[in-house]
């Protein structure tokens, strides 16, 4: 694993950590908006990419519900 991780180009050390950031910081302050564990929310998504984005739309956004409605 650790060969793995230094085989990654060095542009990638410069973009993970303000992608990990920038996802961390507006799920807390989207889920602390909608009262459902900022804290939680937060810390998984500056620890993953992008699964606690996509679980985060799925249980709390609920954007499923929004496929097939017409307008």
Sequence with gaps: MLEELRELPWFLWVIIPPVLIAQGTWLFIDARRRGSYPW???????IYFPLPLV????FVR???????KRK
């Design 40 to 46: 939680f929310w937060g810390v998984w998504g500056m």
């Design 62 to 68: 609920k954007v499923y519900r929004h496929f097939g």
């Design 55 to 58: 679980l985060y739309f799925i």
